[in-house]
């Protein structure tokens, strides 16, 4: 029975985190559509509807993937097949996948059980995370050489060389995070950030490593390959990797893209926003200054650790929408410039300046 409950408790938590991520993946799609919208003063999304009710256009997402699932599957005559097949399920696994070690909670407590809010318990998740990520490039690199198009195929070199210069940025910038609070788990990390200077302002990785999160925002919006450095795929005028996928398989590649976005808003939250911290929250309820305690339940605790996470997921989704559509798009040269030349050398400094910092500081 001890290994059943333990498997089952597994297979929930890794069942709610990808309910979570596919969910906030296409929703997306209508908030990028409707979202740039607003900023443009459009209308936007509104047409779909469903015994003609529209709210708000949020039936498009429906549409878009009944439409995706009834459109022809085109394979090019000279492909590689195998490769040409696995390339959108490579993209949108390891984009999965990389949610796992991202805590959306502390520890509930239940039936005598004390269970991590964690998909996979790991001591080095950050790094766990980062090789996810990074193996993305194995996808877009597939789709443009199995293709037999030149032009995908420069494509997926473009989309690579743009993913490699910012991985290598995010890598770097989320190293003084761990050096700040002293570990490569995700969950004491966040747990870390759950410390107040002088009892009242929350030692959130935002506060702590301020230069760190700018340069681990950028990068992370260059690694996700949407506007303003869609360089790779930006289908008005170049031609991108996935130029001869159509059906699922193209939809799959794009929503490789959007939960690659919510993943670097999962870990903008739990590296830089206290994850799901809540100020002045605690396990048996609210400490507030002057030594004034309000009780809650466990389960209400736990509830507000997760919704405050989610609510942060949401938060930094609508940032990197609201980022997208207000930069106009860098030309390939200024992206890798951007990388390699700015993102890069100001993350080593930030490494340098920590280091230092941390060393002189009193005891």
């Not at 992206?335 to 993350?347: D, I, T």
């Amino acid at each position: 029975m001890g290994l059943l409950a333990d498997l089952g408790i597994a297979f929930a938590k890794v069942a709610f985190v990808m309910l979570v991520v596919l969910n906030f993946g296409g929703l997306l799609t209508w908030v990028e559509r409707k979202q740039s919208a607003i900023m443009q003063d459009r209308i936007g999304a509104n047409r779909a509807s469903i015994f003609g009710l529209r709210l708000f256009g949020l039936f498009h997402p429906l549409a878009d993937a009944i439409k995706m699932l009834t459109k022809e599957d085109f394979t090019p005559a000279r492909a590689e097949r195998f490769l040409f097949g696995i390339a959108p399920f490579l993209s949108l696994f390891f984009a999965l996948v990389a949610f796992a070690t991202i805590p959306f909670g502390d520890m509930l407590r239940l039936a005598g059980r004390e269970i991590s809010l964690q998909a996979v318990e790991l001591n080095v998740g950050i790094l766990y995370v980062f090789a996810m990520l990074s193996l993305g490039v194995y996808g877009v690199v597939l789709a443009g050489w199995a293709s037999a198009n030149n032009y995908a195929l420069l494509g997926g070199q473009r989309a690579a060389a743009l993913m490699l210069s910012s991985e290598i940025a995010i890598g770097a910038s989320i190293m003084g995070v761990a050096l700040v609070y002293g570990s490569l788990d995700m969950q004491a990390i966040v747990r870390g950030q759950g410390a107040y200077w002088r009892d009242l302002l929350p030692k959130w990785g935002i506060l702590t490593q301020p230069l760190g999160f700018i340069l681990f925002l950028t990068a992370g919006i260059a690694a996700t390959k949407r506007i303003p450095f869609d360089t790779p795929e930006s289908e008005s005028e170049i031609i991108g990797y996935f130029v001869e996928y159509s059906g699922m398989r193209f939809g799959m590649f794009m929503m490789a893209d959007f939960v690659e976005t919510v993943v670097i808003a999962g870990m903008s939250t739990a590296l830089f926003l206290g994850g799901w911290q809540v100020p002045f929250l605690l396990n048996d309820g609210f400490h507030l200054p002057g030594s004034l305690l309000i009780p809650l339940p466990h389960l209400a605790v736990v509830g507000l650790q997760i919704g405050a996470f989610l609510l942060k997921v949401a938060f930094m989704c609508w940032l990197m929408m609201l980022i997208r559509w207000t930069l106009p798009r860098f030309r390939y040269d200024q992206a890798m410039r951007l990388g390699w030349l700015g993102l890069f050398p100001l993350s080593i400094l930030n490494i340098v300046l920590t280091g230092l910092v941390l060393l002189l500081r009193p005891a």
